[in-house]
């Protein structure tokens, strides 16, 4: 199986050196796409995701509406992330997408990565906000599929 933290070490080799837009542009895209993915895997295990682009609203949107605010947190950067993916793929004028610009997504995302992994491996802290995320899921009227 993949680890999407792969798309990390991607995206922080893309900006060893000197390097040009491109390179940051994708190296923004790819740090999204290790925290999202990182993000997806772990609420796998208690949620169904549809195969649209709704899934990226969706998983942000489990974690912004939490009562933590750590976890909502992770929700918020979550969101910043894709915007600046967005950018980062779309906007041929962007600002924001230059190697520095890069290396700050990429160590926001290992942020998030690194979170979500020491969290689920604490049942005592992961099945609270799992249950937290339930409650709100049961509460959007079907929006989400709980598995």
Not at 1 to 10: C, Q, T, Y
Not at 35 to 61: N, S, V, Y
Not at 119 to 145: C, H, Q, V
């Amino acid at each position: 199986m993949f680890d999407p933290e792969d798309f990390a070490k991607l995206g922080h080799r893309m900006v060893q050196n000197p390097c040009g837009f491109a390179d940051s542009r994708t190296a923004i895209s790819r740090a999204y796409y290790s925290a999202f993915l990182t993000a997806k895997r772990h609420l796998g295990l208690h949620f169904q995701w549809p195969k649209t682009a709704e899934i990226h609203d969706q998983i942000q949107m489990l974690f912004v509406n939490c009562n933590s605010d750590s976890i909502k947190a992770i929700g918020r950067k979550l969101n910043d992330l894709r915007g600046k993916r967005n950018d980062a793929d779309y906007d041929l004028h962007a600002r924001g997408v230059d190697r520095h610009d890069a290396q700050l997504q990429l160590g926001i995302a290992q942020g998030v990565i690194d979170e979500l992994n020491r969290l689920s491996i604490s049942p005592a802290e992961w099945d609270p906000i799992i249950n937290e995320m339930k409650i709100y899921a049961k509460l959007t009227g079907g929006k989400f599929r709980i598995k």
